[in-house]
């Protein structure tokens, strides 16, 4: 799988690369060639739970030369590659880059390989890399709003190259213990890097100083004003003051008879819990239609911001069972991929099944073309007369001398061969 983090600098896209993806596969026991600045290994090993000599072993730190020439080295199978600021080695232009380099791009996913790439634009680097993207994770800061030790990230799924739909998005914290595992300053700089303008904060603008707190302190008045109207103060005291005096009342004292109390029957009953329902599986529609019919991509448009396409399920007669559009299976929670000839497509469910659709012919088999049967009865079509061959002649001259063929019997004035 091919992986993408983007955002501006500082906004949490290397952090996360780091603590949600390269320690958790040290831990797992998964080789790991990354090229990120700075790595610490040790911090790396005590975190990942692991020994020096084991991260030492698992992980890998790749030079720029390495990285210009990644096509030209030795992974693992199964491995994890990470490459940071993915802009510098590969820039967007239109030169096709080398074949050995399309080879290792186009045939990573054969040899197990996962590649999280990093920078600060999706449209800065190469289009071999962008059009085999299937997820794109985008880092936005907080310090506007004054949350600078937390990083908001929104998440996308790929429905086709460079084309995809938002999933899901949040917000996380930075973990302090994480901190150092990784270089992101060059030398010297630490010092310089944060350039703090009060005015970017949006709590400290005249709004929230001046306008808010004003507003506030009106409403809060007009609803005490308000409560005090209509339960403890004028108004109530005013609609008492208007009501006229009650009418007297007549009592009436009534003499209770005792009588000794029924006997009474106590019926206990032991109530039982009632059992939680168990929670069924979802119902995977895609999966049910694919498994039991064949499917086909029936019609492709594709713009040059959108894509759409159809797609359909027929038995094993061609009778059509269900259409469903590219829209509604993505809602659906499946990922689509078009091929750029758009002569297939393939949909990948959210645990990794995967099913192929393709053009294939809805024509029944088997069945001889009107043409085609005009032509071997010797039956006039609508520019004429076609005269049989000699091959057919023999195996319908016998039907034809009396004028019959196998259309039936050919209208009066129609003129027969060798008539």
Same mark, same amino acid.
């Given at each position: 799988?091919?992986?993408?983090?983007?955002?501006?600098?500082?906004?949490?896209?290397?952090?996360?690369?780091?603590?949600?993806?390269?320690?958790?596969?040290?831990?797992?026991?998964?080789?790991?060639?990354?090229?990120?600045?700075?790595?610490?290994?040790?911090?790396?090993?005590?975190?990942?739970?692991?020994?020096?000599? !084991?991260?030492?072993?698992?992980?890998?730190?790749?030079?720029?030369?390495?990285?210009?020439?990644?096509?030209?080295?030795?992974?693992?199978?199964?491995?994890?590659?990470?490459?940071?600021?993915?802009?510098?080695?590969?820039?967007?232009?239109?030169?096709?880059?080398?074949?050995?380099?399309?080879?290792?791009?186009? +045939?990573?996913?054969?040899?197990?390989?996962?590649?999280?790439?990093?920078?600060?634009?999706? %449209?800065?680097?190469?289009?071999?890399?962008?059009?085999?993207?299937?997820?794109?994770?985008?880092? !936005?800061?907080?310090?506007?709003?004054?949350?600078?030790?937390?990083?908001?990230?929104?998440?996308?799924?790929?429905?086709?190259?460079?084309?995809?739909?938002?999933?899901?998005?949040?917000?996380?914290?930075?973990?302090?213990?994480?901190?150092?595992?990784?270089?992101?300053?060059?030398?010297?700089?630490?010092? &310089?890097?944060?350039?703090?303008? %009060? !005015?970017?904060?949006?709590?400290?603008?005249?709004?929230?100083?001046?306008?808010?707190?004003?507003?506030?302190?009106?409403?809060?008045?007009?609803?005490?004003?308000?409560?005090?109207?209509?339960?403890?103060?004028?108004?109530?005291?005013?609609?008492?003051?208007?009501?006229?005096?009650? @009418?007297?009342?007549?009592?009436?004292?009534?003499?209770?008879?005792?009588?000794?109390?029924?006997?009474?029957?106590?019926?206990?009953?032991?109530?039982?819990?009632?059992?939680?329902?168990? @929670?069924?599986?979802?119902?995977?529609?895609?999966?049910?239609?694919?498994?039991?019919?064949?499917?086909?991509?029936?019609?492709?448009?594709?713009?040059? &911001?959108?894509?759409?396409?159809?797609?359909?399920?027929?038995?094993?007669?061609?009778?059509?069972?269900? !259409?469903?559009?590219?829209?509604?299976?993505?809602?659906?929670?499946?990922?689509?991929?078009?091929?750029?000839?758009?002569?297939?497509?393939?949909?990948?469910?959210?645990?990794?099944?995967?099913?192929?659709?393709?053009?294939?012919?809805? +024509?029944?088999?088997?069945?001889?073309?009107?043409?085609?049967?005009?032509?071997?009865?010797?039956?006039?079509?609508?520019?004429?007369?076609?005269?049989?061959?000699?091959?057919?002649?023999?195996?319908?001259?016998?039907?034809?001398?009396?004028?019959?063929?196998?259309?039936?019997?050919? @209208?009066?004035?129609?003129?027969?061969?060798?008539?």
């Amino acid at each position: 799988m091919l992986l993408f983090h983007g955002g501006l600098p500082r906004s949490g896209k290397s952090y996360e690369s780091v603590v949600e993806h390269l320690i958790p596969a040290i831990k797992k026991g998964r080789k790991v060639y990354a090229r990120i600045d700075g790595l610490n290994f040790e911090k790396i090993a005590s975190l990942a739970e692991v020994t020096l000599d !084991r991260c030492q072993d698992l992980l890998q730190h790749l030079t720029e030369e390495q990285t210009q020439h990644i096509e030209q080295q030795k992974f693992d199978i199964g491995s994890l590659i990470i490459i940071d600021e993915v802009q510098n080695y590969w820039p967007d232009k239109r030169q096709p880059l080398s074949a050995e380099m399309t080879k290792f791009v186009s +045939e990573h996913g054969h040899q197990g390989l996962d590649i999280l790439l990093m920078g600060q634009e999706f %449209k800065d680097m190469h289009k071999l890399w962008k059009n085999r993207v299937s997820q794109k994770v985008e880092f !936005r800061k907080l310090d506007m709003v004054g949350k600078a030790k937390e990083y908001r990230w929104i998440l996308f799924k790929a429905v086709s190259p460079q084309k995809f739909v938002e999933v899901t998005k949040g917000t996380r914290p930075y973990d302090e213990k994480y901190f150092g595992t990784y270089k992101s300053f060059e030398e010297g700089a630490e010092g &310089n890097q944060l350039y703090d303008d %009060k !005015r970017a904060n949006v709590w400290n603008s005249k709004a929230f100083k001046l306008w808010i707190p004003l507003f506030g302190a009106v409403f809060l008045f007009a609803i005490g004003y308000l409560w005090w109207a209509f339960y403890g103060g004028g108004l109530a005291e005013q609609t008492t003051a208007n009501l006229p005096p009650p @009418p007297e009342q007549k009592q009436e004292i009534k003499v209770p008879v005792v009588a000794g109390p029924p006997p009474t029957v106590v019926i206990t009953q032991e109530v039982l819990p009632a059992k939680e329902p168990e @929670p069924q599986k979802p119902i995977d529609v895609i999966d049910g239609l694919s498994k039991k019919y064949r499917l086909r991509v029936s019609a492709i448009l594709r713009s040059k &911001n959108s894509e759409s396409a159809m797609f359909e399920w027929y038995d094993d007669g061609l009778k059509l069972k269900e !259409r469903l559009s590219l829209f509604t299976l993505v809602k659906l929670g499946y990922t689509v991929f078009i091929d750029e000839d758009m002569r297939y497509a393939t949909l990948t469910s959210a645990d990794g099944r995967q099913y192929l659709a393709t053009q294939f012919s809805t +024509e029944n088999e088997g069945r001889v073309p009107d043409a085609k049967i005009r032509e071997v009865a010797g039956y006039p079509d609508r520019q004429g007369f076609t005269p049989p061959t000699e091959e057919n002649r023999s195996s319908s001259a016998g039907n034809l001398a009396d004028g019959w063929g196998v259309l039936g019997k050919a @209208p009066e004035g129609v003129r027969q061969p060798g008539s």
